[in-house]
């Protein structure tokens, strides 16, 4: 990173950003997130980001260091934002996370760097995640991002899978060093950072900013690699890292999955981030959405954007259990979504232009093999009428990107193909399977 004096960050910081003594971050009223996909929460002003630090109290353990999967060392950056050193506040943040903008949007902070933070116990925690994307905003904008790499001398490595664990891990062998072919089936990098999170939450500009500065330091082929081609990849190359994600959307077992109207929940949220919104007319129709991950909350809060009368999120366990995001949530609630718990579709049919849901009802027994309370129809069946449905009941591995790398000793793997769900835990995969290579190298590629 580039070095510039600390008044210098200050009077641009302040130049800026107007003071404000607030430390909540302004966000959009519930009227303007029902009519366009503005980005909901606003960056904090270089005052508030100020008044934010001084309440750190640098406690010697930082449970929040623990609780970021890219251990960020959040008290020294937080230290750096006290004495107004913006840029060296974005050197400690880049130094351990390439996606720092990024995940300063998108961490769920409240199950993550935020849930131990001592200061919990004396008012609310220190907002960690506005406070780096306050910093990593301002380095972006001023262009003072620039990584120092080495020389290209230790080795070439191919990485499978431009979504965060991909980008990271090509960053730190990049820095450290290597020759990287990063490989992309999309004709973007980025994976889901660029076709599924929308843009209310991570503006296109700036995932972009991000994912260039790592994909102008590798070589980007686009390129659907199979796993057939597998056999070639091990013999030309060093190590090979997988982090293709879980790109299939697991589609609804139900007679009637197939009737028009009825779309996967990912699709829809892609033609989004391609910029066609006019694709979907559901002003003033009633939308249903299956599920109760990001994917659905993500879905439901769209429909809400397109001027919907009426969006419900269905789904078989109950708030307690819903894997999304408890922010993610809270903001549905916010903008008007409905939710329908302890029920799940088992038929869908065409009534008069419309879908008829047959919605049985659930109780919830013992834990199942995932941990999380089984499932049990009660027979107790109703009816449900809808416009539109999205599922987006659950995604899983494409076989053919990934069967026939097996266990090769060469082969890395990380990211949500291996059970990650966030993109600070793909960060922090991608890093770590860097340093894991680099480490198996070194020791003559045994492990
Ligand atoms: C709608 C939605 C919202 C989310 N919201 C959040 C959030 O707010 N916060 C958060 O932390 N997490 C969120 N997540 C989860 C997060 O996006 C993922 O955990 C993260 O993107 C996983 O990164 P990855 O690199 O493992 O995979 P991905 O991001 O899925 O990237 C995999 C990449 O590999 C490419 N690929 C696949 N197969 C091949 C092949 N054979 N050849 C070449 N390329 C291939 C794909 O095209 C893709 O670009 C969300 C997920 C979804 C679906
Ligand atoms: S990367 Fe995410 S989890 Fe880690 S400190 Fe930043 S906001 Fe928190």
Redesign the pocket.
């Known amino acids: 990173m580039q070095q510039k004096h600390a008044a210098a960050d200050y009077q641009a910081a302040a130049g800026n950003h107007a003071a404000g003594l607030n430390t909540t971050p302004r966000t959009l009223s519930r009227q303007e997130r029902r009519t366009g996909f503005g980005e909901v929460e606003f960056t904090l002003t270089l005052a508030q980001a100020v008044q934010e630090a001084n309440r750190c109290l640098y406690c010697y353990d930082a449970p929040c260091i623990q609780g970021c999967p890219a251990r960020i060392q959040i008290p020294e950056f937080i230290a750096r934002i006290r004495s107004r050193n913006l840029t060296g506040a974005a050197e400690v943040i880049y130094r351990d996370n390439p996606l720092g903008a990024i995940?300063g949007?998108?961490?769920?902070v409240e199950a993550l760097c935020q849930k131990g933070c001592t200061s919990c116990r004396i008012s609310k925690p220190i907002a960690i995640g506005s406070l780096q994307r306050f910093v990593c905003d301002l380095a972006l904008q001023e262009g003072r991002i620039a990584y120092q790499d080495e020389a290209t001398t230790r080795g070439k490595v191919a990485v499978?899978?431009?979504?965060?664990?991909?980008?990271s891990c090509a960053h730190y062998l990049r820095q450290l060093g290597f020759n990287v072919d990063l490989?992309?089936?999309?004709e973007l990098?980025?994976?889901?950072?660029?076709?599924?999170?929308?843009i209310y939450?991570?503006p296109e500009e700036v995932a972009k900013r991000e994912i260039d500065i790592i994909t102008n330091r590798v070589a980007l082929h686009r390129?659907?690699?199979?796993?057939a081609q597998a056999e070639d990849f091990i013999k030309q190359y060093d190590a090979i890292f997988l982090?293709?994600?879980?790109?299939s959307p697991v589609l609804l077992r139900t007679s009637g999955a197939d009737l028009p109207g009825v779309y996967a929940?990912?699709s829809f949220?892609r033609t989004l981030r391609e910029g066609k919104s006019g694709d979907f007319a559901f002003r003033g129709k009633e939308i249903a959405v299956v599920g109760g991950?990001?994917?659905a909350?993500?879905?439901a809060r769209s429909a809400i954007r397109l001027e919907a009368a009426k969006v419900t999120v269905l789904y078989r366990r109950t708030i307690e259990e819903m894997p999304a995001?408890s922010s993610?949530v809270e903001a549905a609630f916010q903008e008007g979504v409905d939710f329908l718990w302890l029920t799940s579709p088992v038929e869908i049919t065409q009534v008069d232009g419309r879908l008829k849901l047959t919605l049985e009802g659930i109780c919830l027994g013992e834990p199942d093999e995932s941990g999380r309370a089984s499932v049990i129809p009660t027979g107790v069946r109703t009816n449900f009428l809808a416009d539109v449905v999205l599922v987006?009941i659950a995604?899983q591995a494409?076989p053919?990107?990934v069967e026939g790398w097996k266990d090769h000793p060469k082969v890395f793997r990380?990211?949500?193909?291996t059970g990650?769900?966030?993109?600070?835990?793909?960060v922090a995969?991608?890093k770590e399977a860097a340093l894991r290579i680099i480490s198996w190298l070194e020791k003559g590629g045994s492990r």
């Open positions: 995940c949007r998108v961490c769920p499978v899978g431009s979504g965060p664990a991909g980008l490989f992309e089936r999309e990098a980025g994976g889901l950072l660029r076709w599924g999170i929308p939450r991570l390129k659907y690699l199979l796993a982090g293709v994600g879980l790109s929940a990912s949220l991950g990001a994917t909350l993500d879905a995001f993610e987006a995604s494409e053919a990107s990380g990211g949500d193909l990650g769900a966030t993109v600070v835990q793909a995969d991608g």
